[in-house]
């Protein structure tokens, strides 16, 4: 184990510690509530910073809670996939920011520092997940970041909302017991719930079993991350949550899935007790369906939030297609993808809600003409759209043309027609909404006749446009981690 001192401990103590302070620190001052978490989310960061630091120079590093080492111990582990915390903390800062004037028209003032404090408690829910070193602590990360997203869902009150975030937690409550369900069988199998331990426990192990549980983990977490067809419970939870949340569950919470996906390859390729062709067999077709499904729904929807819902099964579409080819580049490729989708989804959902905010109106037909009225705002949306298309130099390139280069390297080119197939969809739909901001009539010159929104708001809105510009030209930054860790996770079945 590392000497590396607790900081990887005091990374996640410090947002809980702070979630749970917000409704007594902030009852009185919604500015205060909003202060608080933007600090708290703000230092966060630094030490997460110093973290990928650290795993950039020298590798992966392990902090055992209370010095109790494996299989009774608990393990926080920092490895190259780990580094995702940096796109957590970011946007987790970014939401917080647009947060301030957005929250206090769209919430009722009591209920602001419980946002705040839910806000932090799903985010401590997410840096957790992607740092545990056991099973039964990435439940209950994935627990704390679900039981939060669901009341973030509802906080608004409106009845509409409260449905929404009912059918999440009903979804939601099932993944979850499936993914216990498979933890408690790997526990039975092995005796531990260290997730190195498992690996190294496994071989040997009786297959039906071990199929069993791997099978009901991927299900559940091909649940949260809202794989089509199991995306039920998406469209109207994203499209009804305030701007800030969609932004943080269509970017973030939704990878979740993935990165549990991930975990369980390592388990499952380091143990060599499984063979997987048959799983990543059908989560290819599954993306594949997902990619042009999701694009299709996307096609027909007038509200911009449900437009960009749907956008979002399809992005995850591309990303489980890239697991499920298992070539080295479509995993690569799948990988930058979870990264990139975030910075592109959380510009456009914290777009439309800077259009929603000042205008009021929600879909194409009403928001017809609003580039002359707000035009940061919509360059920066359509800088996310012909990002999330996926035309170069933007973000959205690299991960899919990665992918593209994975299904030739898999000997499944097929599927590199889907993935174009799927772009042209989604190029229709976007391309239906930058024609409706900037070239077709206002149908109410009232609706329309507003300012820009807010610094608050649209600076963070113009930060992750330019990072989609910037992320497109440095694209081989994020494979300075990546590409180590997926050259890795396939040397056991002879990928890297």
Known sequence: MSDWPPLLAVFLALPLTAAVLTPAVCRSSSTRGWA???????????????????????????????????????????????????????????????????????LQAERIPYYYALLLLNLTGMLGFTVTGDLFNLFVFLEILSLSGYALVAISGEKIAEMAAFKYLVMGAISSLMVLFGTGMLYALTGSL???????????????????????????????????????????????????????????????GIIGMLRLYQIAYGSGAV???????VLTWLGALAIVMGAFFAVFQDDIKMMLAYSTISNIGYIVMGLGLASTYSVIGAS????????????????????????GKRTLTDLAGIGKAMPFTVAAISIG??????????????????????????????????????????????????????????????????????????????????????????????????EPAVERLLMPVGGG
């Open 36 to 106: 608080w978490a933007l600090v708290t989310m703000l230092v966060t960061s630094v030490i997460g910073g110093v973290l990928i630091a650290r795993v950039a120079t020298r590798g992966p590093f392990s902090y055992v809670v209370g010095g109790w080492t494996a299989p009774y111990g608990i393990e926080l582990r920092f490895d190259e996939f780990s580094a995702a915390v940096a796109i957590i903390c970011l946007l987790g800062v970014l939401a917080i920011v647009f947060s301030r004037r957005y929250a206090e028209r769209a």
């Open 194 to 256: 260290n997730m190195a331990d498992i690996t190294s426990r496994l071989a040997g192990a009786a297959q039906t079993p071990l199929i069993v549980a791997l099978g009901a983990m991927t299900l559940g977490f091909m649940v949260k991350a809202a794989l089509f067809p199991l995306h039920v419970w998406l469209p109207d939870a994203h499209a009804i949550a305030p701007s800030p949340v969609s932004a943080i569950l269509s970017g973030l919470v939704v990878k979740v």
């Open 275 to 281: 063979d997987l062709a048959g799983l990543n067999l």
């Open 336 to 359: 930058v993808h979870v990264f990139n989708h975030a910075l592109i989804k959380a510009t456009l959902f914290l777009g439309a809600g800077a259009l929603i905010h000042q205008t």
């Open 385 to 482: 759209a012909i990002s999330i298309v996926g035309i170069p130099p933007t973000a959205g390139f690299l991960c899919k043309w990665y992918i593209a280069l994975g299904a030739m390297q898999a000997g499944h080119p097929f599927f590199g027609f889907a993935l174009v197939f799927g772009a042209l969809l989604i190029f229709i739909y976007y391309i239906r909404m930058v024609n409706a901001f900037y070239f077709r009539e206002p149908r109410d010159r009232a609706a329309v006749d507003v300012q820009e929104a807010p610094a608050t708001m649209l600076i963070p809105v113009l930060v992750l446009a330019t990072l989609c510009l910037v992320m497109g030209v440095l694209g081989r930054l994020p494979l300075t981690f990546i």
